[in-house]
């Protein structure tokens, strides 16, 4: 089956500094992966799809210039979150998937649990 | 904007009991799909639902779909405390997987012994 490793799983970070999450897909070639974030007690929401050689495409309310995202292989997806703020401590969490490989729906990786101090 | 209501939000209940979640949205599409998450973890796949009529099982969960009625049903029978969790279902609203998910807001599943 599909297989998403997400890194890190947990990072606590200091306000005003960036961090790197790194989304790769291990066993298939994921044009398109998806980022999405989800507060303590809530549902998850969609954040940004990412596409292998073009720009992201952000969800409205989604600030493109805080959350960078590159895709920049088949296989790697990342996000940057720019100049943390404690109310961007969250799960966040990709996925992959669909497509060509509907049948098998949507890989989630692990998770990343941001936060900010 | 599609929407995707889950009912109830939470749910406890007794060991042995059965029980069904329902999953309504807004547009149509013919796939929705199933997911557990326990506490500080990531999304686990159950069931992956692609045509109306469809219907999966696994153990003691049992999901549907009704495409024309845009209604999912997840279905726990005769409960055991390992299938606390929270259920989200979620609706792939491009069909193509172009345009990722919408979720519900989950139903927060305890089972007591």
């Known amino acids: 089956g599909a297989v998403v490793s997400q890194h890190p799983s947990r990072v606590i970070c200091k306000s005003g500094t960036s961090v790197k999450i790194e989304c790769r897909s291990l066993?298939?070639?994921?044009?398109?992966m998806f980022w999405y974030r989800q507060f303590p007690k809530q549902s998850l929401m969609l954040m940004a799809t990412s596409n292998e050689g073009s720009k992201a495409t952000y969800e409205q309310g989604v600030e493109k210039d805080k959350f960078l995202i590159n895709h920049a292989s088949l296989t790697l997806s990342t996000l940057t979150v720019t100049s943390a703020h404690p109310e961007d401590s969250s799960f966040y969490i990709c996925?992959?998937?669909?497509?060509?490989?509907?049948?098998?729906?949507?890989?989630f990786g692990s998770g990343t649990r941001l936060t900010v101090v | 904007e599609l929407k995707v209501e889950q009912n109830p939000l939470f749910l406890s209940m007794q060991e042995g009991k059965n029980y069904t979640i329902y999953c309504n949205y807004s547009?149509?599409?013919?796939?929705l799909y199933w997911y557990r998450q326990d506490p500080g973890k990531s999304l686990e796949s159950l069931f992956v639902?692609?045509?109306?009529?469809a219907v999966k099982q696994e153990g003691r969960l049992m999901a549907s779909l009704d495409t024309k009625a845009r209604l999912s049903t997840l279905h726990i029978t005769a409960a055991v405390h390992d299938l606390s969790a929270t259920y989200f279902c979620a609706v792939d609203s491009s069909g193509g997987g172009a345009d990722g998910l919408t979720f519900g807001k989950g139903t927060h599943l305890i089972i007591q012994p």
């Open positions: 996925s992959a998937g669909g497509g060509p490989r509907v049948a098998y729906g949507y890989t």
């Open positions: 547009t149509t599409s013919d796939r």
């Open positions: 066993d298939f070639q994921a044009t398109t």
């Open positions: 639902l692609l045509s109306n009529g």
